[in-house]
């Protein structure tokens, strides 16, 4: 996308979960394309910090699994913006693995609704919020699925099933909501340099799996192109989703993971 190509020029955009990671790489690639950014964060230091990184970008603090939350960013947007063109929802959170038989019994009910509210319902909550205005506008959505929403082993059980989910949700708004809105999802693949956490239900709360020693070996090792990517890599891929470039796509996923759908 080089200089004078601005995909986004004149678009208004909310970006759910854009303090750090993939969501703050979004954040900077559709700024560069043009567009006007409402980021959206639960976490009130990472606010602080957007807030002083972008300062022409409108910042609210909010918890996406709320949808009343949800609905305060989206009336922020439209009165900053004049309207919303685009939702984009990057929240997520992580099981490190854990498979059925790891999981307690007595952390089975919490871990499943905390691994299902954060991962599925915090995006079918944004959208439920931005309809109207992405209606209006004739926007979009772009969701954010990943290679474990189409192949085991990237995840334990609550993981890889909540993100089957996502795949199915995209699927089912893409149907109910065409013409009007599209929707589409990137299903990244593993990723350096990114805060996903475990779940606080399995007490995994202050662990990143970023920080999982080896990680960008093990990337690289398990990749058909042998990359460890990171969050910059994967932005593109919603910038074009996002844009009008895109305009006769819907239900459909992005796949930058390296090239790993190939594998036998």
Not at 50 to 57: G, Q
Not at 99 to 108: F, P, Y
């Amino acid at each position: 996308m080089s200089a004078g190509t601005r995909w986004l020029e004149g678009k208004r955009a909310l970006v759910v979960g854009a303090g750090t990671g993939i969501g703050r790489a979004v954040c900077g690639a559709f700024i560069a394309e043009g567009a006007q950014v409402a980021a959206m964060e639960i976490d009130a230091w990472k606010c602080e910090t957007l807030t002083d990184e972008l300062p022409d970008s409108l910042v609210v603090h909010g918890d996406a699994r709320e949808l009343g939350d949800n609905r305060v960013a989206v009336e922020a947007a439209v009165a900053s913006f004049g309207g919303l063109d685009v939702l984009v929802n990057t929240v997520g959170v992580f099981d490190f693995y854990r498979g059925i038989r790891e999981l307690d019994d007595s952390q089975l009910d919490a871990a499943f609704e905390e691994s299902f509210t954060t991962n599925v319902r915090s995006q079918l909550s944004s959208v439920k919020a931005a309809l109207p205005a992405l209606e209006a506008s004739g926007g979009n959505v772009v969701l954010t699925a990943s290679t474990s929403s189409f192949y085991p082993g990237r995840g334990g059980v609550l993981y890889v099933s909540s993100k089957f989910a996502v795949r199915g949700l995209v699927v089912a708004l893409a149907n109910e909501l065409a013409p009007a809105v599209r929707v589409n999802a990137v299903a990244p693949g593993g990723t350096v340099g990114t805060d996903l956490r475990g779940l606080d239900a399995l007490g995994l709360q202050d662990l990143r799996l970023a920080d999982r020693a080896g990680r960008t070996e093990e990337l690289i090792a398990r990749t058909p192109l042998s990359v460890a990517l990171e969050p910059a890599d994967h932005a593109g891929s919603y910038v074009f989703l996002a844009s009008d470039r895109a305009r006769g796509i819907t239900g459909t996923f992005v796949h930058p993971d390296g090239g790993i759908g190939v594998k036998s």
